[in-house]
């Protein structure tokens, strides 16, 4: 059986992910992936790369309130591996404390990124420290036995009769979703002559995971579907206009953009490479991979992945 790194512990949003994937794998395979629950985003990356059991991963990469997960962008550049398919999580958080009242807590455990989606409830809680943790389980087991404590947690892992609930759905906001990335270990290279056979195989792949709900798998054959296909794009210099040079590639073939940031190199200050997500449909993967060839004489390029919208 594979293994797939989670960031865990069992119950984050990021199982539910890996749940809602392996529904589609069993579909597709006839077997499950075993989960691997890893403490924090980096080791998920290092169970893939580095585990000859691991062949899948799963972490967040966006939630709608508090943007891009940076750490997962960066792990992205750094590491062999590309990405296979996304999902989406509804999210929503509440209060679970180990005291009587809101007033008695001293200290509140919140995970890095969840605190940008409770800000102004967190606003309100003026006299308590906030102890950042690495996922929302952590957070939901350091209080058990620490009294005068509280964290945000998933509103899934409380118990109807649970006494120490003191405030639910502290979210900022209704329809709060984070979206999460599948990854398999491997490099896709721009200048493989196959790269555009290479990008197909892997949406009509994954397209083969879509199976019914009886099992019944739906035709791997590619039709005419949206794909999305994540790059890095690092300039070989600053100079005015690489931006635009690099964008007018894309315009000059009507290929269509979802996002833009630019992420610091970490090899001095104030220079940037560019994370871009690519929108297209199946049958202009040929127009995609010939314009990244273009773009790939004056500049950097890792691609990310390749996978069907969903
Ligand atoms: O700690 C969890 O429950 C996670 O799955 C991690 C994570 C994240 O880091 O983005 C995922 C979803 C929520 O938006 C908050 C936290």
């Not at 690099?246 to 953009?257: E, Q």
């Not at 220079?271 to 449909?281: R, V, W």
């Amino acid at each position: 059986m594979y293994m797939i790194a989670v960031l865990g512990p069992k119950g984050t949003f990021c199982d539910k992910s890996y749940e809602e994937y392996n529904k589609k794998y069993e579909a597709a395979h006839g077997k499950s992936l075993e989960p691997l629950y890893c403490p924090t985003i980096d080791d998920v990356f290092e169970q893939l790369c580095t585990n000859e059991a691991c062949e899948y991963a799963v972490v967040p990469v966006e939630n709608m309130l508090d943007g891009y997960v940076q750490r997962t962008l960066d792990l992205l550049l750094e590491k062999n591996v590309y990405i296979v398919d996304e999902n989406q999580v509804a999210v929503q958080f509440s209060l679970l404390a180990n005291t009587e009242k809101i007033e008695d807590i001293r200290k509140i455990y919140v995970q890095f990124k969840t605190n940008g989606q409770c800000r102004q409830f967190l606003h309100t809680l003026h006299d308590a420290e906030i102890v950042t943790t690495n996922s929302n389980m952590e957070s939901y087991y350091k209080i058990q036995d620490e009294p005068g404590t509280a964290a945000i947690v998933p509103h899934h892992v409380i118990q109807a009769d649970d006494v120490r609930v003191l405030a639910e759905d502290v979210t900022d906001a209704k329809g709060n979703h984070t979206r999460f990335i599948i990854l398999r270990k491997g490099v896709l290279d721009v200048e493989n002559p196959d790269l555009e056979k290479q990008l197909e195989e892997l949406v009509s792949n994954e397209k083969g995971l879509d199976a019914d709900a009886d099992g019944t798998e739906k035709t791997a054959e590619l039709t005419r579907e949206k794909v999305r296909i994540p790059v890095y794009i690092m300039p070989a210099t600053d100079r005015p206009g690489i931006l635009f040079d690099i964008l007018r590639r894309f315009y000059d073939k009507r290929i269509n953009l979802i996002s833009i940031m630019s992420r610091p190199t970490k090899q001095s200050m104030g220079t940037y490479n560019f994370y871009i997500e690519i929108d297209c449909l199946t049958e202009r993967l040929e127009v995609v991979v010939e314009t990244l060839r273009q773009i790939q004489v004056y500049n950097d390029i890792k691609i990310l992945g390749a996978y069907k919208e969903h």
